[in-house]
């Protein structure tokens, strides 16, 4: 019988009722196979992925929500410890597999996974989220591919910016920087008895960074440019923490339901002219003949970047680029880790005259603290180890990696495009690696000293391998002078007497105190 015949045969009824039976099979097997997908270890997009074929065993790892993944892990500013959670449910710590919508992740919460992630250079890319892109971020250093543009960017920083010579060239600055945030400190104490520690120290650091960087300083708080810039600032901090949907489901990219692309649309306006004309007016000078000898140590990173545009292809978006990025992944970072460390003082006042009574057996209370003191400071330098510990900026590394090609970390087999992480937050929790791990104790790293630079994966809060964060030394030289400077300059209680420090995390761009902190800083001299 032809198929013509069968539809003659079917009454107007029994063909609507075929029609919906047909609706039924075919939304019965969209769901099996969804539920399907969804129940294999690590969720949908690994269900989808080649791996499946190619792997001798499955990662283990939580599948989440249909469809949706583990989305929600990253919309509760505590991702680090959830994912750290599920890998000990899992039995994962070494790997774990899951998925955010169409994104395909392996975590390792282990120092043996880690160093194979970190220094593999199948690993050398990153993802770039949407906002990164909208950010042009695609030609910064941070983002860029691993590639010849990313090698030139990072040998030319870190021979002109991130080398000892340039780092102790700026030492100074930095003692300058730190003795104004103590008269502001005391300022704000004549004025309102408590300082919100935050608003200070984020100001000395972008100014610290907008010096080295750009060799301008800036007042904020009126109006002006320090206003602008500020604005700038926390308008890009805001979109680069945010989760995008977009990131992970494709299909909602043209919607742009966030208004995250038209946000950074607008920033990137702005910014171009606020970075252009820094630039222009380095260019203005330098054609007056003012000379700028970036290699006596005088320049700024800008003249670092015009001395060397031509022979490295550098277009002025592509500086706008390196320059702006330079301020997100510099200033934060350094701010947010004093308040974790000004908190613990508040916490633990035993340690913080430990750590005063050492300054004073050092230094004395006739001068004040330069960057040559710092060597001869250990239990200082330990509570800020203790601190990267306990309270790591960058509890998840802060920015990912991305496979480049198929690879393979231990056993199991990776495909390229696949977003590796690191949870060096669940490392430095471990009870397996150290003793005592939720206990705040300096004295541990007098004990045993542990590298915290991207050798001893038990401790990396700067990363490791090719993408190690270049600024990691100016970085740790930036907070050991300035907590050496506050802790020498004031003794530090709780703005309410008597009332614990909330510690509660929220994971933004960096990991932030949830409520700001609040101080009494009373003048030791
Ligand atoms: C306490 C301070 C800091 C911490 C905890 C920190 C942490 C990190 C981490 C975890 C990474 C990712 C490393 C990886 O993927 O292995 C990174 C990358 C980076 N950091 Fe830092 N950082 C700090 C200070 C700075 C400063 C002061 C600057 C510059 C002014 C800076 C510039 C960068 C850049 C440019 C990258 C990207 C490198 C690349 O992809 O090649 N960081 N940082």
Sequence with gaps: MSSQ?????????????????????????????????????????????????????????????????????????????????????FKASSLMAFSVGLTRFVISSQPDS???ILNSSAFADRPIKESAYGLLFDRAMGFAPYGEYWRNLRR?????????????????????????????????????????VRKVVHFG?????????????????ENGDGVELESLVSEGY??????????????LGWLDLQGVRKRCKDLVAKVNVFVGKIIQEHRVKRGEGIEVGVDEGCGDFVDV??????????????????????????????????????????????????AQSEIDRVVGTNRTISDSDLQNLPYLNAIVKETLRV???????????????????????????????????????????????????????????????GTDLRLAPFGAGRRVCPGKAMGLATVQLWLAQLLQSFNWYNAVEGRGVDLSECLKLSMEMEKPLVCKAVARV
């Design 5 to 89: 015949n069968v539809i003659f045969l079917i009454s107007p009824n029994g063909f609507s009722s075929l029609f919906s039976n047909l609706e039924l099979v075919i939304t019965l097997i969209t769901f099996l196979a969804v539920f399907c997908f969804w129940l294999s270890p690590g969720g949908l997009a690994w269900a989808l992925s080649k791996a499946k074929t190619r792997s001798k065993s499955a990662i283990p790892g939580p599948s989440g929500l249909p469809l949706l993944g583990l989305v929600f892990s990253f919309t509760t500013g505590l991702t680090h410890r959830v994912l750290a959670q599920f890998a000990q449910s």
């Design 114 to 116: 880690a160093k194979e």
């Design 156 to 196: 030319i920083s870190v021979t002109h910016l991130f080398g000892p010579k340039r780092v102790a060239h700026f030492g100074e600055f930095r003692r300058e920087i730190g003795l104004e945030m103590v008269s502001e400190i005391k300022n704000l104490m004549f004025k309102n008895g408590a300082v919100e």
């Design 205 to 221: 650091s972008l100014n610290n960074v907008m010096k080295t960087v750009f060799g301008k300083k800036y007042k904020f708080g």
């Design 238 to 251: 805001e979109l680069l923490g945010v989760f995008n949907w977009s990131d992970h489901f494709p299909v």
């Design 305 to 354: 970047l015009l001395d060397l545009e031509k022979d490295h292809k550098l277009t002025d978006s592509d500086m706008i680029a390196v320059l702006w990025e330079m301020i997100f992944r510099g200033t934060d970072t350094v701010a947010i880790l004093l308040e974790w460390i000004l908190a613990r003082m508040v916490l633990h006042p035993e340690i913080q005259a430990k």
């Design 391 to 453: 309270h790591p900026p960058g509890p998840l590394l802060s920015w990912a990696r991305l496979a480049i090609h198929d690879t393979h970390v231990g056993e199991h087999f990776i495909p390229a495009g696949t977003t590796a992480m690191v949870n060096m937050w669940a490392i430095t929790h471990s009870d397996e690696i150290w003793s005592e791990p939720e206990v705040f104790r300096p004295e541990r790293f007098l004990e045993e000293d542990v590298a915290i630079m």
